[in-house]
Nanobody
Framework: QVQPVESGGGLVQAGGSLRLSCTASGSTFSINAIAWHRQAPGKQRELVASIGSGGITNYADFVKGRFIISRDNAKNTVTLQMNSLKPEDTAVYYC?????????WGQGTQVTVSY
């Protein structure tokens, strides 16, 4: 079992920045990829960014050039640096951790971007 815990959400004005962190505990030795998803009210959950065990990253088109995902394997932590935030980035952001047994979701952290 892996338990991801997100932190770093909050309220920010449009154009501002926030940094989200996801720290995994439990069976962390087998972690492969880690991804951030988000879900806005009334919308489906969508992939924001992911990073593999070797550091290869993938971004949704709507965050390319604005968000940066990185990981610290020694600390079992993944960070999502979010810059140039827009009101449409408002959502609950979830961390999703993959290992050879399956994937695990955190409880989510709210990000609200005001006009």
């Amino acid at each position: 079992q892996v338990q991801p815990v997100e932190s770093g959400g909050g309220l920010v004005q449009a154009g501002g920045s926030l940094r989200l962190s996801c720290t995994a505990s439990g069976s962390t030795f087998s972690i492969n990829a880690i991804a951030w998803h988000r879900q806005a009210p009334g919308k489906q959950r969508e992939l924001v960014a992911s990073i593999g065990s070797g550091g290869i990253t993938n971004y949704a088109d709507f965050v390319k050039g604005r968000f940066i995902i990185s990981r610290d394997n020694a600390k079992n932590t993944v960070t999502l640096q979010m810059n140039s935030l827009k009101p449409e980035d408002t959502a609950v952001y979830y961390c999703n951790v993959f290992n050879r047994l399956g994937d695990y979701w955190g409880q989510g952290t709210q990000v609200t971007v005001s006009y």
